[in-house]
T-cell receptor, first 117, second 113 residues
């Protein structure tokens, strides 16, 4: 149980194009999902909190117009990197929050490797 | 802001040895989580701790939530080559909004056969 998928697993795009990454909770519903970015040999950096049916909450320094987040259902959140540039190349990971028995636990997707040429 | 200090940063051990890593914080946390991340993959949950003083095992892994709510350790017994990876602790603070996690810097484990 508690499986989270991401699609695509990797993507290469040209500078100036937009890329959409999907995050799905496969066997549970998630009111809240999170988007992280990770650089090599570093820890995960939270970019934004995605709330079903409402606007995402972005961390300080993360451009909301650059990284568009949509959480249209209880099992799907999408991150769109708009007008991508080489500096946006990174490993993007989502997580979904499972609420059960009075506790909440984040389960992570397998990540999406974005390379912007 | 809340920070987690995870140590050691890296470990090189022989197969069969036991491993111990820990996280400390100046802030109190409600929940401690331990994840393992393989190269090119997302973190996988190993153990979740919800109560101060809680000691939980998952196979060869054992983790404890410190009684002060400011620290946690993870032990791996009889390490094997597939234990190689980066281990992260993560805490969910009492005053965190919306379930956000604070991550430690990670412990990179290398196991020599």
């Amino acid at each position: 149980g508690a499986v989270v998928s991401q699609h695509p697993s990797w993507v290469i795009c040209k500078s100036g194009t937009s890329v959409k990454i999907e995050c799905r909770s496969l066997d549970f519903q998630a009111t809240t999902m999170f988007w992280y970015r990770q650089f090599p040999k570093q820890s995960l950096m939270l970019m934004a909190t995605s709330n079903e049916g409402s606007k995402a909450t972005y961390e300080q320094g993360v451009e909301k117009d650059k990284f568009l987040i949509n959480h249209a259902s209880l099992t799907l959140s999408t991150l769109t990197v708009t007008s991508a540039h080489p500096e946006d190349s990174s490993f993007y990971i989502c997580s979904a929050d499972l609420l059960a028995g009075g506790t909440d636990t984040q389960y992570f997707g397998p990540g999406t490797r974005l390379t912007v040429l | 802001g809340q920070q987690l200090n995870q140590s050691p940063q890296s470990m090189f051990i022989q197969e069969g040895e036991d491993v111990s890593m820990n996280c400390t914080s100046s802030s109190i946390f409600n929940t401690w989580l331990w994840y393992k991340q393989d190269p090119g993959e997302g973190p996988v949950l190993l153990i979740a701790l919800y109560k101060a003083g809680e000691l939980t095992s998952n196979g060869r892994l054992t983790a404890q939530f410190g009684i002060t709510r400011k620290d946690s350790f993870l032990n791996i017994s009889a390490s094997i080559p597939s234990d190689v990876g980066i281990y992260f602790c993560a805490g969910q603070g009492i005053y965190n909004q919306g379930g956000k996690l604070i991550f430690g810097q990670g412990t990179e484990l290398s196991v020599k056969p």
